[in-house]
């Protein structure tokens, strides 16, 4: 049997895995815009349903996931150091908060939700960034990774619900431009270590380049009708109807592209780590086994290893 | 205190894999998972190229990435240096196994037996369907070791207290004991020869250790 030290996808978190930290991050994202909404006095109470829905979706599927789900309440049992309880925890606050917030319109309660729902997004990230087996995940620029597209998602789902104004389509565009910085740091993270190197093969592969279309396409979609009214620059064909379109296909870009991102990241460009051989055996009988023909076999000699 | 180590010695492995046959026979693991697995590397680029077999599997780390993320508190850790599984209290996340920076643990969520759908006799005596839908890693047979130290043997030396694959080593390769004992056999071995432990820079300060040649570090 020969078996091999490369690296190989994990085949343990699938796209129902995934869809946890789809719909976190897209439901959290919406959940404080959602927030912000009810500050400035703009309807929320939909969009912070919807948000809700999301992460309920999320977690649903990743129950569906697990092992035991008879025995879920057990992931409860360690707050000192599992995100993953945390993460739990956060939820089961966040989900009957938010309820109250949409029952009763209150705008405190969902500025609070918005606090319970940035909690739990970076309960999400620090999930990943705690999966030592996983050098993609243990890259510590995940952590804004996440956050940013999380944010990014959700500002694009609220455009979707129909909120097309200035104010929405700027906080849209910021946050999509966060999300392209802690990108393009995730990605220069990964290139400088070497274990990632075949994560970073997925990340150049067609889909992926696919999805980062999808992301500045969007972002290109959502400048357009900014510009249009706040800068008072006028485009052949741009009319308010088209405005409107444009900034829902924006929105739909953003969220579809972040959602991408992360079925590539979890279930495609998961690899674990390769064993770490930092030096060779000395091997052989008689005074120096490094001698004649063997001489290329330097012994002891530090070997470089892929991780 | 006691920590309850092994020893790979690089120089003697031969690759044989009676350790991984020994481990799947006692502990009847499924198809597909081996708790004791022997890599078989090669090195370099011709015409200067090494072959190397290594031994792996679960490390047994001091500081254990496993237990720090599992949100059920099935991952433990014996006073011993023995990391265990709660399988009544393991949800099954796979957290566990992503956090591994060895690839030591696995799950399957179905019963499969080697010969399709009869167990073998090793089977029918050893496979636990609480296994089934949890996480599984080497134990270091710490059933074993329980049962061997409650009759006052020693871990390491007498082989009704050792871990199978040590025992069924051909080439003296595989040493187990407490490298705390400052006289023992392990904690001379480590002295006197040059060893490495793998993923040391994650700072899990694995309890499995690489000779590679002689002399000290």
């Known amino acids: 049997m020969n078996q091999s030290m490369a690296s190989r996808r994990q085949r343990y978190w699938d796209l129902r895995a995934a869809g946890n930290f789809i719909g976190g991050g897209t439901g959290t994202g919406l959940i404080i815009t959602a927030a ?24 649903s599927l990743v129950w569906l996931e697990i092992g035991k789900p008879w025995r879920a309440l057990n992931v409860f ?33 969902a500025v ?3 606090l319970l729902a940035a909690g739990f997004l970076f309960c999400q990230a620090r999930i990943l960034r705690a999966a030592r087996g996983i050098p ?25 619900a129909g909120a097309h104004s200035l104010r929405w389509l700027a906080f849209a565009l910021l946050a999509g431009l966060l999300r392209e910085a802690a990108w393009l740091a995730y990605r220069a993270g990964l290139a400088g270590t070497a274990a990632a190197a075949p994560s970073l093969a997925v990340f150049d592969a067609a889909p992926a380049r696919l999805a980062r279309g999808a992301q500045l396409a969007g972002l290109g979609l959502i400048a357009l009708p900014l510009a249009t009214g706040a800068l008072g620059v006028t485009f052949p064909g741009i009319t308010p109807w088209g405005a409107a379109v444009l900034a829902w296909a924006g929105g739909a870009l953003a969220a579809l592209a972040g959602w991408g991102v992360k079925a590539l990241l979890i279930a495609r460009a998961a690899f674990t780590r390769a064993a770490a051989i930092p030096m060779v055996p000395t091997r052989g009988g008689g005074g120096n086994p490094c001698t004649a023909n063997l001489a290329a076999l330097r012994c002891g000699r530090r070997v470089r290893s892929p991780v | 205190m006691t920590r309850y180590v092994m020893v790979a010695d690089l120089r003697r492995c031969v690759g044989c894999q009676t350790c991984t046959a020994a481990c799947k026979e006692g502990n009847a693991t499924p198809p597909g998972v081996q708790w004791r697995r022997v890599l078989d590397l090669e090195l370099g680029t011709y015409p200067d190229v090494h072959r190397v077999f290594v031994p792996v599997g679960c490390q047994h780390c001091a500081n254990p990435p496993c237990m720090e993320v599992c949100p059920s508190t099935a991952t433990r850790q014996r006073t011993d240096g023995i990391v265990t599984i709660d399988y009544d209290l393991c949800i099954g996340c796979s957290y566990c196994i992503m956090a591994c920076p060895y690839d030591a643990r696995s ?11 009869t167990a073998t006799p090793a089977e029918a005596a050893r496979a636990h369907r609480r296994t089934i839908g949890v996480a599984t890693k080497c134990t270091f047979c710490a059933e074993r070791i329980d049962a061997g130290t409650a009759r006052g043997l020693v871990p390491g030396q007498d082989p009704e207290a050792t871990p199978l694959c040590v025992n069924s080593c051909i080439s003296g390769a595989l040493s187990f004991g407490d490298i705390e004992d400052p006289t023992g056999p392990i904690a001379t071995l480590l002295a006197e020869n040059q060893w490495f432990r793998m993923h040391e820079s994650e700072g899990t300060e694995p309890g499995f250790y690489y000779i590679w040649d002689k002399g000290k570090l």
């Open chain 1, 36 to 59: 912000l909404a009810a500050v400035v006095g703009a309807p929320f109470r939909l969009a912070l349903a919807l948000g809700l829905g999301f992460v309920a979706a999320g977690l």
């Open chain 1, 77 to 109: 049992f360690h707050p000192r150091t599992s995100w993953m309880t945390r993460e739990a925890i956060v939820a089961s606050g966040l989900m009957p908060l938010g309820l109250f917030a949409v029952a009763t319109g209150s705008t405190a309660a």
């Open chain 1, 136 to 160: 993609a995940w243990r890259q510590a620029e995940i952590v804004p990774l996440i956050l940013a597209t999380g944010l990014a998602e959700g500002s694009g789902v609220y455009l979707i």
């Open chain 1, 112 to 114: 609070a939700v918005a």
């Open chain 2, 107 to 117: 799950l399957v969520d179905r019963t499969e037996y080697a010969f399709g759908e």
